[in-house]
């Protein structure tokens, strides 16, 4: 099982970035995938989480409004869409397999190697 996190980079307040998650070695379609950040010196968090069957998906509250969550399961890869960017969003980001509408990482199995998403203050 891998899953690999791509797509971050430097960014100016404001703009967006897609952040992809790979995965292999696992049929993603019977899988929900989230993506958690982690800023420096802080906790890691979840940011968002796309259901399997139904597509559900769920959000931080700090990105509400701002990112959306999508899977293509003929691509085996879910997307991250951010958008209105803020320098607090700085982080690196992971994409991990399993998850529920708590984005709590317990409920993760898998995780991928981050990207690095930097915002400009």
């Known amino acids: 099982v891998q899953l690999q996190a791509s797509g971050g980079g430097l960014v100016q307040p404001g703009g967006s970035l897609r952040l992809s998650c790979t995965a292999s070695g696992f049929t993603l379609d019977y899988y929900p995938i989230a993506w958690f950040r982690q800023a420096p010196g802080k906790e890691r968090e979840g940011v968002s989480c796309?259901?399997?069957?139904?597509?559900?998906?769920y959000y931080a509250d700090s990105v509400k409004g701002r990112f959306t969550i999508s899977r293509d399961n003929a691509k085996n890869t879910v997307y991250l869409q951010m958008n209105s960017l803020r320098p607090e969003d700085t982080a690196i980001y992971y994409c991990?397999?399993?998850?529920?509408?708590?984005?709590?990482?317990?409920?993760?199995?898998?995780w991928g190697r981050g990207t690095l998403v930097t915002v400009l203050q």
């Open positions: 991990a397999r399993e998850c529920g509408s708590h984005l709590s990482e317990y409920e993760s199995d898998y």
């Open positions: 796309i259901m399997s069957s139904h597509g559900r998906t």
